[in-house]
């Protein structure tokens, strides 16, 4: 079955009559009508009731002709974007990201680069480190955004700096109304983090951490860190997290407050192929750095008041 076949047919359909229906494909009167005879043969029924005077559809024909129509209207819409794709290729920019550990460098680059790239065609999506840089060699990301440690032989690293971890308190916890919190109070609660299967180089840092403290304690893993924080709000424990998902969420009744003398930190990066960077990677990459050394001019500024 060829999408000819179903061309042929709308035309004959719309204009029952095989002369006019060629003349509108620009084809010969006999080819069409072969081509009509073989689709029948395919499809097992008679699509046209054929007469010296006249042609008209069959029962069949007339059910079929809707749905060759929207096949048609398919065929068009896949085309057109198939000739988009070939006509911008560098215009597309496919990021991959760690859902609850996403630095604000990458959003601030993202709206440095829409500014510049007004038809830039930006996909996020979420995944598993493994996962997403499996995509990345094999060309179904652009960029992904990760931390380290993590096996990135062959991708080039470019980094977006350290992450610490933040202790998420109750509004009503006894350390609440600190500007920082020690390790030791934090793990007098149970402590909720994220799994090892979702943020394994920030999971293995905070178990390294409290190991190292000599601290033994009791760890409830958190699929995200909405749910980190519900967990917090229904006070079943303190969430130790990523210090990015504190620059994203403000927790209703939660405080996050920095550890006290932790030398825990994780280094954020973005990843790309060497073998398929384009333009858009590139100005991307151009605007993480921008972003990075604007963060870190804010950081050196006094807050307001001080």
């Not at 000739?83 to 709206?111: C, F």
């Not at 060309?139 to 700096?161: E, H, K, Y």
């Not at 990843?271 to 398929?276: E, F, G, I, N, V």
């Amino acid at each position: 079955m060829e999408l000819r076949h179903f061309r042929y047919f709308v035309a004959v359909a719309e204009e029952l009559h095989f002369r006019h229906a060629a003349e509108r494909m620009h084809v010969a009167q006999p080819a069409i009508s072969e081509q009509i005879r073989k689709f029948e043969d395919e499809l097992g029924v008679r699509l046209f009731d054929r007469s010296p005077r006249a042609v008209s559809l069959t029962a069949s024909g007339a059910a079929m002709l809707d749905e060759a129509r929207s096949v048609l209207r398919q065929a068009d819409v896949a085309a057109r974007v198939a000739r988009r794709a070939r006509e911008r290729p560098a215009t597309r920019l496919r990021i991959g990201y760690l859902r609850d550990s996403l630095p604000a460098s990458v959003p601030s680059a993202l709206r440095r680069l829409s500014r510049t790239t007004p038809d830039l065609d930006v996909e996020l999506e979420s995944g598993s480190p493994w996962g997403m840089i499996d995509a990345l060699r094999e060309g179904r990301f652009d960029v992904v955004i990760a931390n380290l440690p993590i096996a990135t032989d062959g991708l080039r690293a470019m980094s977006l700096g350290h992450q610490h971890a933040i202790a998420a308190i109750p509004a009503g916890h006894p350390q609440a109304f600190n500007s920082t919190v020690v390790l030791e109070w934090a793990t007098r609660d149970r402590l909720i983090t994220l799994p090892r299967e979702t943020n394994p180089a920030f999971h293995g840092a905070v178990v390294a951490m409290c190991h190292a403290a000599g601290l033994s304690t009791a760890f409830t893993m958190a699929d995200s860190v909405e749910q980190a924080l519900l967990g917090v709000a229904a006070g079943a424990g303190i969430a130790l997290l990523p210090e990015a998902a504190a620059e994203r969420i403000v927790g209703n009744g939660i405080r996050f407050l920095p550890l006290r003398g932790a030398p825990m930190a994780i280094e954020s990066v973005a990843l790309t192929d060497p073998r398929a960077e384009s333009p858009v990677t590139e100005a991307f990459r151009r605007a993480l750095r921008q972003a990075a050394k604007l963060r870190a001019v804010e950081a050196t500024q006094p807050a307001v008041g001080a």
